[in-house]
């Protein structure tokens, strides 16, 4: 089961590239704006999640993860080369978070843009933390970044088999419809592979990167920051 | 053995432990759908239930916790073959020992307004299950580990609609004493009872030792027994397996008898061996009820109940009589509209919300289905459904998620037999109006009886004493001055005589005359001084939570002031009405800024203000075309030009949005279609898709620039756009996705729309949509931002 984790911060320039300003570019009225959702989101966030190790061999078609679940495609399996472990997580801020959002878009469009850039900043957030606190539970093993279904051919179908896997509609609330978006919104699902030899390049760049073929940042023009 | 004789006796039920983990043990593989085993392992099961009635326990949970058709359609089985066989091996093994139950657990998916599962299919998913266990013989039915309220219901409905079974709901909560999604065991405890379940009760989620509170809570909502199965203690942080061992697991439970908890049992992580020790724990013990206090009269939503122990406001402006801004809402469709009320009564003080949707040219119960589920996505309001056609409260009350009050009946026989079973099936309170269809009687006698006969017909029902409000009538005092004392006087009896909770509407006291708000305050106080509990008034009229806010400070229901102070310290309040009745307007201090930089600025704050300001000396439609949409029109331009960005263009459009609000609340006269209204665009976020921010910016930009949107919300059928915009005849439909996976539900729409023949263009918008594959789908347009989406509406409407 997992330790409890809080988010104490979100990362403003993000949040602020999330809403699709360049940081450089913000006022102060706007830079006010995003502090003070920020704030708000923090307090009413409520953040869950839920772990799993599993074995994992290569087959042609992908990744088969011990407990059989077929994860297709070229990219994941590309990703995890090296890998025969991985970590399997979600995570979530709760339905309250959405209902907070959901209020917003009420009554100022520019606080609900402001308060869901938030949440998606601090879900990220939320992740980093996962990521560092499962790293210490393999101490001398190398990580491959965090991959998520949606990122390049890995398909959000298998959302669903993923929350099963972790029981994650009991255990942290968290559930994904019949099109598999998670639910509550403001949620991840990903696969942290844990290899025990050192791997090639990992850096971070929209090249090596499996979520640029829908990037928003790179239609935009721009890049996420990583 | 039968369910009722174990829940009338004096002793201790002892129920099952768990059985995911014992299958786990018994060699289930990581892999293997757990629902299966009875068809799979049927051995296995046999020998856990066995080892369970050995231990002592009298009523088994069949192997059907996920046996929904939405968790085994990965499996490749059915209902029909699964839950037979389950109960038949639980039976098996009871061999009469002990009862069985079904199992019934979530569905797995959420129910909107999380999730975008759709209240009655998950009754429909219920209603299969019990179905399948009344042919197998099971004895009672276990709804447990539900985390959402609604889908409680949907289950409870479910056994009710399906079967004569007693039924056991069981939510799990968190350490803070909550669900998952924030629900509370005091609404769950209204609520459920209210709908007939014969126990309820709290499992897995934590380990005994953290049940107290829970249990407390619970005691002080229901009258109902008590069941608890917590985990074995709390989650080990190190890894798998749970921290309490069996004897402390017994221990800790035999603690609760003192609370008079009737039902205790296991969830995960107990084995025989817990569930046989805590057997010996609770031996020879007898459960006494008698200390439980009467449950207060009290409505509720998921999270906020709300109990009549100090006046409660209802606000009554989701109504359409005399509205014509909301008149064009409802006929439009347009759901938001609905919501800014709600908010804004809710931030005036308002406990409750009074909803009528009533409109003779609209589907009034379509209508109210979607205001009601749209208000409790946003507000955590108990909500008063108000309507005089039964079929309307009925699915109202179906969809609504928590105790409602339901408005209203009358002493007419006809409409008493029509409403009270429906406010008895759904749990609901009720208002009785003291009149019938002789008219509003003249004496208070008269409606003291009305009365009598109301709550005498809902107590036949079984409709709890404290669940019936009576209404005594405002009648209006410029038509019938002495009507005023005699409401007073049998409001006065009714709540001191029959003890019985009132409501009234107060504002018709002083229709057709000056100075209406002070008449309405005073009646209001001195309603309030006759007992009145539940107020339906503006909250936003100062004047009126004014009055509310002293009486509770004058009769010291307010301690220390607390509320008052909060509320008017360091305002200042003038208590005076001039003669003249003109409002007057105050200057604000930045005046200094033009309505454009406002605009351009996106100052939101300041925009409704200065408008006012300026349409004492300018004509509405001068503003708009000179100021705002030029205004609007820099913004956007900035913003292709990338000088500004998408905050920036929002938070202009925000600012125009108030500006726009303050002009049409001056145009009231205008005839519908008049000054040159554009045609509507049609707006969705398509079927699946529940990220709707995109499509909710566009529509605030498009309705600046004037064009009427009918906003169907997000995860809409198609079916439902082509209505809407062959109804409304559209030119123009605007259609989001965010996510791959439901970029089909696009294509479909937009060949549906094809099919139908109807003359109108489609843009198409949304993260991972592109131009090409725009037109690939069949779009005529695809618009990368809000600002391009205002493009294509002039380049097609104009």
């Not at chain 2, 004895?139 to 889908?151: A, P, R």
């Not at chain 2, 084995?271 to 509720?300: D, F, H, M, N």
């Not at chain 2, 006087?489 to 006291?509: D, M, P, Q, W, Y």
Request: negative net charge; hydrophobic residues 40%; charged residues 25%.
């Amino acid at each position: 089961m997992a330790a409890p984790v809080t988010i104490s911060r979100v990362d403003t320039d993000e949040v602020l590239r999330y809403m699709g300003c360049p940081p450089e570019k913000a006022d102060a009225q706007l830079r006010a704006l995003v502090e003070g959702c920020a704030g708000e989101l923090l307090t009413v966030a409520r953040p869950r999640w839920a772990w799993r190790e599993m074995a994992l061999t290569q087959e042609p078609q992908g990744v088969r993860l011990e407990n059989g679940l077929l994860l297709p495609g070229a990219d994941l399996k590309g990703h995890l080369a090296g890998c025969c472990r991985a970590a399997v997580f979600c995570a979530t801020l709760g339905a309250e978070t959405d209902t907070l959002i959901r209020r917003a878009e009420q009554r100022d469009m520019g606080r609900a843009l402001a308060l869901d850039c938030c949440a998606s900043a601090a879900v990220e957030e939320l992740c980093d933390q996962i990521e560092l606190e499962l790293q210490g539970k393999f101490p001398g093993c190398f990580f491959p970044y965090r991959f998520s279904p949606g990122y390049g051919d890995l398909p959000l179908e298998v959302q669903g088999e993923l929350l099963n896997l972790l029981d994650a509609p009991r255990r942290v609330g968290l559930c994904a419809n019949e099109s598999s978006l998670l639910t509550p919104r403001k949620s991840v699902t990903a696969i942290l592979g844990i290899a025990e030899n050192e791997l090639e390049e990992t850096h971070r760049s929209c090249l090596g990167c499996p979520a640029r073929e829908g990037c928003q940042y790179r239609k935009a023009g721009g890049h996420c920051g990583r | 053995m039968d369910v009722e004789a174990l829940l009338r006796g004096k002793n201790p039920v002892i129920l099952d432990g768990g059985m995911g983990t014992m299958l786990q043990a018994k060699g289930l593989k990581l892999g293997e759908y757990p629902e299966l085993a009875a068809l799979e392992h049927p051995d296995w099961v046999k020998e856990i239930h066995r080892a369970y009635v050995e231990a002592g326990a009298q009523i088994l949970c069949a192997n059907t916790f996920g046996a929904n058709r939405e968790k085994l359609r990965r499996t490749g089985k059915t209902v029909e073959e699964v839950i037979p066989a389950s109960i038949a091996l639980a039976k098996e093994a009871a061999a009469g020992r002990a009862l069985v139950a079904l199992d019934m657990g979530p569905t797995g998916q959420l129910l909107e307004p999380t999730g975008s599962l759709d209240f009655e299919t998950a009754v429909d998913i219920f209603a299969q299950e019990v179905r399948a266990a009344v042919k197998a013989g099971a004895d009672l039915v276990m709804i447990e580990t539900m985390t959402d309220l609604q889908e409680c219901r949907a289950a409870l409905l479910a056994v009710k609609e399906n079967s004569d079974l007693p039924v056991m709901v069981s939510l799990t909560y968190e350490e803070r004493g909550r669900t998952f999604l924030g629900h509370a065991p005091a609404a769950a405890a209204l609520t459920l009872e209210g709908m007939g379940a014969d126990v309820i009760g709290v499992n897995c989620s934590l380990g005994p030792r953290e049940m107290p509170p829970l249990v407390e809570e619970l005691r002080r909502w229901t009258t109902l027994p008590i069941s608890i199965k917590p985990n074995a203690g709390l989650p080990d942080p190190g890894g798998a397996g749970y921290d309490i061992t069996p004897e402390e697991f017994a221990a800790a439970m035999g603690e609760l008898t003192k609370l008079g908890v009737k039902c205790y049992g296991g969830c995960c992580g107990t084995t025989p061996e817990y569930i046989a020790l805590l057997k010996q724990a609770l031996e020879g013990r007898t459960i006494r009820e008698s200390e439980r206090g009467p449950i207060p009269a009290a409505v509720c939503s998921p999270n906020t109940v709300v109990p009549m122990d100090r006046v409660r406001v209802i606000g009554e402006r989701i109504n359409p009589t005399g509205k014509k801004l909301m008149k064009e809402a409802l006929r439009r469709g347009d759901v938001d509209f609905m919501l800014g009320q709600a908010l804004e009564q809710m931030e005036a003080g308002a406990d409750i919300l009074d909803v009528n949707v009533g409109l003779p040219e609209i589907d009034e119960g379509e209508m109210m289905v979607r205001v009601v589920k749209a208000l409790q996505g946003v507000t955590d309001a108990p909500l008063q459904l108000d309507s005089t056609r039964p079929e309307v409260l009925e699915k109202a009350l179906r969809v609504y998620c928590g105790k409602a009050i339901v408005n209203s009946v009358n002493g007419d026989r006809e409409t008493m037999e029509a409403i009270l079973p429906l406010v008895k099936k759904y749990g609901a309170a009720v208002v009785g109006l003291t009149l019938d269809k002789q008219g509003i009687p003249k004496t208070t006698q008269e409606r003291m009886d009305i009365a009598q006969r109301i709550l005498d017909t809902a107590l036949s029902y079984g409709i709890r004493r404290e669940d019936v409000y009576i209404d005594c009538l405002t009648l209006t005092v410029s038509a019938e001055q002495e009507g005023a004392a005699q409401t007073l006087e049998a409001l006065r009896r009714v709540h001191s005589e029959l003890g019985l909770k009132t409501v009234l509407g107060v504002s018709n006291i002083s229709f057709g005359l000056p100075a209406r708000p002070l008449i309405n305050q005073n009646f209001l106080t001195m309603a309030m001084t006759c007992g009145l509990d539940l107020p339906i008034i503006n909250p936003n009229m100062g004047e009126m939570m004014a009055a509310v806010r002293s009486y509770h400070l004058l009769m010291n229901i307010d301690k220390e002031a607390r509320d008052f102070i909060a509320a008017y310290g360091g305002a200042t309040i003038s208590t005076s009405i001039t003669s003249g009745g003109g409002q007057q307007v105050t200057a604000p201090g930045a005046g200094e800024r033009s309505l454009s930089q406002i605009v351009e600025s996106g100052l939101r704050g300041e925009a409704g203000e200065c408008t006012r300001k300026l349409l004492d000396t300018a004509d509405p439609m001068t503003i708009v075309d000179d100021i705002l949409i030029p205004a609007l029109d820099k913004v956007g331009a900035d913003f292709e030009a990338g000088r500004v960005f998408l905050p920036q263009l929002i938070q202009s459009a925000g600012a125009a949005q108030a500006a726009f609000e303050v002009i049409r609340q001056t145009m009231p006269a205008q005839p519908e279609g008049a000054g040159g209204e554009k045609a509507p665009i049609v707006l969705a976020t398509v079927k699946g898709d529940i990220h709707d921010i995109g499509k909710n910016i566009v529509k605030v930009l498009l309705e600046n620039y004037g064009y009427p949107v009918i906003d169907l919300g997000k995860d809409v059928d198609p079916e439902e756009v082509v209505r809407a915009a062959e109804k409304h005849h559209a030119p123009l439909v605007g259609l989001s996705a965010l996510m791959t996976t439901t970029l089909h539900s696009m294509e479909q729409t937009i060949a549906l729309l094809r099919k139908a023949n109807l003359p109108c263009k489609v843009v198409v918008g949304g993260a991972v949509l592109t131009a090409e594959y725009a037109k690939q789908i069949g779009a005529d347009f695809y618009a990368k931002d809000a600002k391009q989406s205002v493009d294509v509406a002039r380049q097609v409407i104009g």
